[in-house]
């Protein structure tokens, strides 16, 4: 087996269907399985798979998991040389699925692969980040930060500190040294926290232009608004929890806690100015700071 494919669905139907058809359509010659981990979803998508996918394996799941266990049920099924974990919300475009496929067995040294992500309009999306350590953290509170990624602009392969989990190729035989997902990860930070034990462990985590999948952004989080921060928020505190420790994490929360702050004063500010948008950014921002205490993580020592 060349490549099993890893795909978590919680309420993106549609989205899943054409993920899906692109997949079918992009695989060739390889020897491939698919997996789809529905998440307790209400909108049919169970009974779409079945129905319109019966070559793919599906896992349904009674409770929404989050990204980390659900990907891991199927993860612990693989069984191809390399996997790639894929969001519903992507298409996945022309040869890309064996050109990563042919790039891992030809570089053993490369533990995690991301392709080029493309935006709606076909824009390059930034997919290869740093690590979001304490100085970048205080640097982004400042407005200092720059958020260009670092593949923005470059045409080789290259080395990463983090590879987007939107599209993520990794070897079988370095995960199975590394591990499977920290499933104490909901839904962000999982993906870096995987990316840093890989190259802690000796494995290259790379990003090669080697085909090109779309990422529309969104998807099961579209709908969660300040939820979905204050979710970013409790991965990164844990992340820093886990490779940091306490005090590491209390720098991280406090450093949130300013940049949040300061956005929604300043933002609220610019609202009294009647700039347009402004009122709604402030709303997000407080909405941000009105839950912000319950964004440290469960079972992290301060």
Known sequence: MDLSIVIVNWNTHQMLRDCLLSVEAGLGALRAEVFVVDNASSDGSQAMVTRDFPQV??????????????????????????????????????????????????????????????????????????????????????????????????????????????????????????????????????????????????????????GEVTHFGGGSVRRLNHRRDLMLTEGTVRLHAKHSGPLGALACFALLAVFNASRALGWGLMALARRPDAAARARHFAGVMAGFAKAWPKGARA
Request: proline content about 4%; hydrophobic content about 45%.
């Open 57 to 210: 394996r599906l896992i349904c799941n009674a409770a929404n998991l989050g990204f980390a266990a659900a990907n891991n049920q199927a993860l612990r099924l693989a069984r191809g040389r390399h996997v790639l974990l894929l969001n519903t919300d992507t298409l996945v475009h022309g040869r890309v699925l064996p050109e990563a496929v042919a790039f891992l067995d030809a570089h053993p040294k490369a533990g995690i692969l991301g392709p080029r992500i493309l935006n709606r309009d076909g824009s390059l999306q930034g997919s290869a980040s740093a690590f979001p350590s304490l100085y970048r953290l205080a640097r982004q509170t400042l407005g200092l930060h720059k958020a260009e990624a670092p593949n923005m602009g470059r045409q080789g392969a290259h080395e990463a500190e983090v590879i987007s989990g939107c599209a993520m190729f990794v070897r079988a035989e370095a995960m199975a040294e590394v591990g499977l997902l920290d499933e104490a990860f909901f839904f962000y930070g999982e993906e870096t926290d995987w990316c840093r034990r890989f190259s802690r462990a000796g494995w290259a985590v790379v990003f090669a232009p080697v």
